[in-house]
């Protein structure tokens, strides 16, 4: 699908980071824009990152007009993705309802709704006299500790074969010339009179005036290389799969007030999760807590799951930005480039990151869908607030 | 489950605590602060891969608020102390 080439002493653009969003910026640079002198370096395999470990969930749903804007593009690529990439991506648009226990999430829910909908977004707001027809084997009865009161249902959300987008933008930007080059590690960045110049490989030198940051959770050690800090902080976040069981669930159930979210992939398996780890780490091991923890709010949902067994859990490493957005686009750093900040939710974003990139790139300017999401927000107190719609709900 | 060495009542299970975040010192209020000073402050991390020094709240335990030393790859502590003691 994509091959192994000679590494290059240099290239037009470098992008650091082989998942998804570095993939993608490369493919459309190569698509869209012709630049097709471009090198994806990755220090382990493409996708060893989030983008393999992620639990795919897709949706647009978000609680700021700005945001809402930019994931309902990433959805609308996503439906054409398969067809564009010439690989099957099982996007699979089931359905996708965020429970709400409390007068204050049913609050927010109600909010979301409304600007959702004003942005054109397929989202309302259900009561369980309607979810028993959704979702059926949700316990609706008023035995839970926090019964469920409402839901924001979303239709157009749902999930997708994570490794198959990371192949298809891979082996797509392969045809058209990129270089992909797999066990190399970025350790140096090289800044020369506030412009980066190139950067140091654990297989050599690498001259490039462009060099995209796409390493998401490694997001602030390769920002250090170039001498900046950034607003995020690195924290684990886990998963875990049950056995196969037969298909009973086809629509994403996430609470946000019981930390947990859970989807039926088409293996049969239950894939679930929660919030990041309470505390901040690189580290990437799974721990018994979360799965206890994690189990005990599963089974407050659906009770008649407590004899499944968990097959496998594991971890990946999320950035964390104060207000839960992305950092695209410009650094103080002349050709030091961002695309970093996704946090627990950036997989759903992966095509119009790419595209909203490579156009970045190619034209030297900051794309309108991408302006609210400017490194200089912070310093000048613009933030976009999206925590109430992706710290659970990834 | 990560053991928390609090400089209080000594090594407790993690769920016993709070962890506040990476530890940066704040600019005096009475000072004249910069908005980028500010900023700086509340939004900007070193998100070290290594050592690096943060806080923990004792909630469940004796209450104090401290600082720790840690390996954010190992998850060692190297040490912890109260504010202004090092
Ligand atoms: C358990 C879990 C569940 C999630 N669920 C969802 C979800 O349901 N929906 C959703 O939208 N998002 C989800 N996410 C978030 C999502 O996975 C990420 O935001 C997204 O995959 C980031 O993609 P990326 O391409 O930016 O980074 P990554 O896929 O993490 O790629 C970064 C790459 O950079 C490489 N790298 C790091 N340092 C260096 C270096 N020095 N030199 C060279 N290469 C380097 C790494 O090897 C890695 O391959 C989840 C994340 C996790 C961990
Ligand atoms: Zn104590």
Redesign the pocket.
């Known amino acids: 699908m994509w091959h192994d080439r000679p590494l290059k002493d240099g290239y037009d653009v470098v992008i650091?980071?082989?998942?998804?969003?570095?993939?993608?910026c490369a493919h459309y640079l190569a698509k869209e824009h012709g630049v097709t002198d471009v090198a994806v370096?990755?220090?382990?395999?493409?996708?060893?990152?989030?983008?393999?470990?992620?639990?795919?969930?897709?949706?647009s749903n978000y609680l700021t007009p700005e945001g809402v804007r930019f994931y309902d593009e990433s959805v609308k690529l996503y439906e054409q993705l398969a067809a564009e990439l010439e690989f099957n991506v099982m996007f699979s648009q089931r359905g996708h309802l965020t429970l709400a226990h409390t007068d204050g999430a049913v609050r927010t829910m109600r909010r979301r709704a409304e600007v959702n909908r004003l942005q054109g977004v397929d989202s309302r707001l259900v009561f369980p006299d309607e979810l028993a027809h959704i979702c059926p084997q949700l316990d609706l009865s008023e035995h839970p500790r926090y019964p469920i009161m409402a839901a924001l249902y979303h239709p157009p959300g749902g999930?997708i074969r994570?490794d198959a987008v990371?192949w298809g933008f891979a082996n797509h930007a392969d045809r058209r010339g990129v270089h992909i080059h797999q066990q190399?590690?970025?350790?140096g960045v090289d800044v020369r009179d506030g412009k980066v110049r190139g950067v140091e490989?654990s297989r050599g030198y690498v001259a490039a005036e462009t060099v995209l940051n796409?390493?998401?959770?490694?997001g602030s050690?390769?920002a250090a290389m170039a001498g900046l800090e950034l607003p995020i902080a690195t924290a684990?976040?886990?998963?875990c799969v049950t056995e196969p069981l037969k298909p009973f669930l086809d629509v994403v159930v996430v609470s946000g007030s019981l930390h947990v979210?859970v989807s039926q992939s088409s293996r049969g398996e239950l894939v679930m999760?929660a919030s990041v780890d309470p505390f901040g780490s690189y580290s990437m091991n799974s721990s018994l807590d979360f799965v206890e923890g994690l189990a005990g709010h599963v089974l407050e949902l659906f009770p008649f799951l407590s004899k499944v067994r968990i097959l496998r859990q594991?971890?990946?490493?999320?950035e964390m930005p104060p207000d839960f957005s992305p950092l695209m686009g410009f650094t103080p750093v002349e050709g030091f480039l961002l695309?970093?900040g996704?946090?627990?939710?950036?997989?759903?974003?992966?095509p119009i990151?790419g595209k909203t990139m490579a156009e970045l790139i190619a034209t030297n300017t900051t794309p309108d869908l991408i302006y609210p999401f400017r490194l200089s927000r912070f310093a000048e107190f613009d933030l976009v607030g999206e925590k109430g719609a992706a710290s659970v709900g990834? | 489950m990560l053991v928390v060495p609090c400089p209080n009542c000594g090594p407790r299970n993690a769920s016993e605590f709070r962890y506040a975040g990476e530890y940066r010192p704040r600019p005096h209020p009475s000072q004249d602060v910069t908005d980028d000073e500010w900023a700086t402050y509340l939004y900007t991390r070193s998100n070290t891969l290594g050592v690096h020094t943060e806080w923990w709240f004792h909630t469940s335990g004796c209450g104090l608020w401290f600082l720790a030393e840690r390996h954010t790859k190992t998850n060692a502590f190297v040490k912890s102390y109260l504010w202004g003691a090092t």
């Open positions: 650091i980071g082989g998942g998804a969003h570095g993939l993608a370096l990755d220090k382990s395999y493409i996708g060893s990152g989030g983008s393999g470990r992620n639990t795919a969930i897709v949706r999930i994570h990371v190399t590690e970025v350790t490989t796409a390493t998401a959770g490694w050690t390769i684990p976040l886990q998963a979210y999760g594991w971890a990946g490493l999320c695309d970093v996704w946090g627990t939710y950036g997989f759903k974003a992966s990151c990834h």
